[in-house]
Each structure stands twice: as structure tokens, then as C-alpha cells.
DNA sequence: ACGGCTGGCTATCTTCATTAGCCTTATCGC
DNA sequence: GCGATAAGGCTAATGAAGATAGCCAGCCGT
């Protein structure tokens, strides 16, 4: 019997891949063994369980989404940057969807790398909003809105709700715009008094 | 054998309940059976299969979710109505998680009931634009842009993301009333030219 | 009382996650 | 080269869960 080559990166890569597919919800062991040509429990030779498995796609998705926010934000800044960074964003969501998903889904706890890379997707959301020179506790609100906005439009668009004949893009656009303008007039409120 | 004296309604209300304790994705028809007190074949009496009772749970949290919007809307219009729906919204989804989560992972394909749910949800949303004075795909937008938001925070809030020492509440409010500055500045560029 | 529908049940099947244990293939020390 | 050893496949078996078939008791209207 050959060997298959596995190894845990290339399963949580195709698991990944699986995820994108069918749906993270539908992400399982059987498919993930289907998918590179192996009996279902040769996978725990890489992987401790299927929540592990999961928990890594997790990591996966918030290390690959890390990075194309930081792509698109590198030599922008403003809102400039917004904008390139919340394109980004859904971008990724399009292509991967499940990893996308699997982002939102997981426990973040004592987990290590999995902390580190949320870290860094909120490293970059931060140095965005540095430009808009907000601060003390209005940081915090508008890193919580900017996400609630962000994973709001994209998780809707996923799942189908935008069913209304009016271009769906204008409408991520004409949101962003808006909370660009947001943030100006909260920086404004600060500092003015 | 006694009887249960079950229902299709009652085991829907019992496996929302099942939902809101252990989560939208832990919903199984062997919790559903053990909570009502049968085995789980009878459940097949009431209902088609697990993905049908999924469905009806979704139709349940829509029509609920509809009506405690449409209670913090009456008697209210333009921001007041705004700020109430917006709090009825993250309230409903924080007493019933599952419930919630179930309003969105639904196929709203060829269900007549669950169709009507929805389309009650987005009469509320419209009413409350109303008062703005949009037109044409500002309206869209608007709708779009508000879902998201709402949506958005609720669920990342309920999936733990916001760990930050800053007061939630607070940072929802902000939101809120940043969004309905943008729709303010939407219906004056509208009128303006 | 009785015939039929209704709503429980047990038994069985399938799929999937998980564990145990086998056996072959690489690889490393000599 | 060559054998020891670890690693990476496998089959087999267990248990949970959804789904189906078919039995049988209670409740109904006549």
C-alpha cells in the first residue's frame, strides 16, 4: 500500500478546501479523507479529532485573512486604507467562504497561535483607524463597529440575503463611505471641544 | 404507555429552547427527544426530519424577532424609532441565541411561512427608513447597510469577540447613532441638488 | 362496544467520529 | 548495505445520531 504523503499541514489545507466547498458547517472527517484518497482514520495520524482539525482551519483562515488586510493596506493610509482593507476583506470571503467562516467560529482560548493571529488581523484594523487620530475609548468603539460592519455585510451577502435587484457592491461601498465619515466626526467631536 | 401529549408546536418551541441552551449547531433531535421525555423516532410523528425542524425553529425566531421589532417601533419614527428597533434587535438576539442564529441559516427557499417571516422583518426595517426621506437605492443601501450593522455586532458579540474592558452597550449606541447621522447625510444629498 | 386513526414504541440501517491494534514502508545508525 | 525503529497507512470495532419500518395501545366518533 503507497503512501499517501500526508501531513498536517496538507489536511487542514484540504480540510480548508472541503470547508470552502460544502460549507463550514458541513466540514467532516469523511469528506477530508475522500478528498486526498484515504481511510476516514488515517487522518488522526495528523490530527487529534475533528475539532482540532477545525480549530486549525480556523488559524488558517485568520492567518490568510491577516495578510490580505495587510496587503491592502500597506502604503495607504485614511481612508484610503479603509476602503482598500474592507475590500479585502470581503474578497476573501468571496473566495473562502468556509474558511471565513471557520474564522468566526472557534474558541480562542488557550490556543496560542490562534490568539496570535487574531492579533493580527486587529493589529491592521488599529493602524487604520490610527489615521483618523481617534481616541481613548472611541479606538474601541470604532474597532468594534468597523468589525461589526465588515463580517455584518459579508456574512449576510453568504448567506443569501441580499436578494434585491440593486448592485450589491454600491451598497458595501456607499457603508463603508459612510462609516469613513463616522469616524471623521467622531475624531472631530474630540478634539474640538 | 402514557401519551406525551406532544405537537408539531410544542416540540419547535422545545427544540428552540434546546437551540437557545446549547447552541443553533448542537441542535439534535436526540436533545429535542430527551428534553420532551420520548424516544427519538416518535419526534418523527411531529416533524419531517432534523433539517424540516430546523426550518420551523428559523420561522419561529423570524415571526419573534418581527414582533419585538415591530413593539419598539410603535409609536416611535426617524432616530427615536431607529435607537429602539436597534436595541429590540440585539435584546431579542441575546435572550435567544439560538433562535437568532436560526434566523440566518435558513434556505428561505420555496417555504411560503418562512418567507412571510422575513418579509415582516424587512417591513419594519423600511418603516423606519421611511422617516429619512430616502429614494430609489438609497433605500437598498440603507436596508443593506442596516441589516449588516445590526447583524454584524450582535453576532460577533455573541461569538465572544468583544473582549476589550470597554463597555458594550456603549459602543452598540455609538454605533447606532453614527449610522443614523450617515442615513441623515444620505437624505440631503438626495434632496440637495 | 368497535373500528380506525393517532402517537407512542422497539428494532434496524446508515453515516460518521473515535479508538485499538496490525503491518508495511521509510529512514537512520552502524 | 542492513537491520532496528518509528511513522503512516490499514481493518475492525464501538458508540452516537438521523432515519425508516412496522407494532401496538389509547382515544375518537359512531
Redesign the pocket.
Known amino acids: 500500500?503507497?503512501?499517501?504523503?500526508?501531513?498536517t499541514q496538507r489536511v487542514v489545507a484540504e480540510a480548508a478546501a472541503v470547508a470552502d466547498e460544502v460549507g463550514w458547517e458541513r466540514?467532516?472527517?469523511?469528506?477530508v479523507?475522500a478528498r486526498v484518497?484515504?481511510?476516514?482514520?488515517?487522518l488522526?495520524?495528523?490530527i487529534?479529532?475533528?475539532?482540532a482539525l477545525r480549530t486549525e482551519v480556523s488559524v488558517l483562515g485568520l492567518r490568510q485573512l491577516g495578510q490580505a488586510m495587510t496587503a491592502a493596506a500597506v502604503g495607504r493610509s485614511g481612508s484610503d486604507a479603509l476602503v482598500a482593507v474592507a475590500e479585502a476583506y470581503r474578497g476573501y470571503a468571496q473566495e473562502h467562504p468556509g474558511r471565513y467562516a471557520a474564522t468566526l467560529a472557534a474558541p480562542l482560548k488557550d490556543n496560542h497561535e490562534h490568539v496570535q493571529a487574531a492579533a493580527a488581523v486587529l493589529r491592521v484594523v488599529e493602524a487604520i483607524l490610527d489615521g483618523y487620530g481617534l481616541t481613548g475609548d472611541d479606538t474601541v468603539d470604532a474597532i468594534r463597529s468597523l468589525r461589526a460592519l465588515l463580517h455584518g455585510f459579508v456574512s449576510l451577502e453568504a448567506a443569501g440575503g441580499f436578494r434585491m435587484p440593486v448592485d450589491v457592491d454600491r451598497s458595501y461601498d456607499r457603508l463603508v463611505a459612510g462609516f469613513d465619515a463616522t469616524l471623521r466626526s467622531w475624531a472631530e467631536g474630540a478634539t474640538a471641544p
Chains 1, 2 share one sequence.
Open positions: 500500500m503507497p503512501r499517501a504523503g500526508l501531513s466540514l467532516s472527517l469523511a469528506a479523507a484518497g484515504v481511510r476516514l482514520p488515517s488522526y495520524k495528523h487529534a479529532s475533528l475539532d
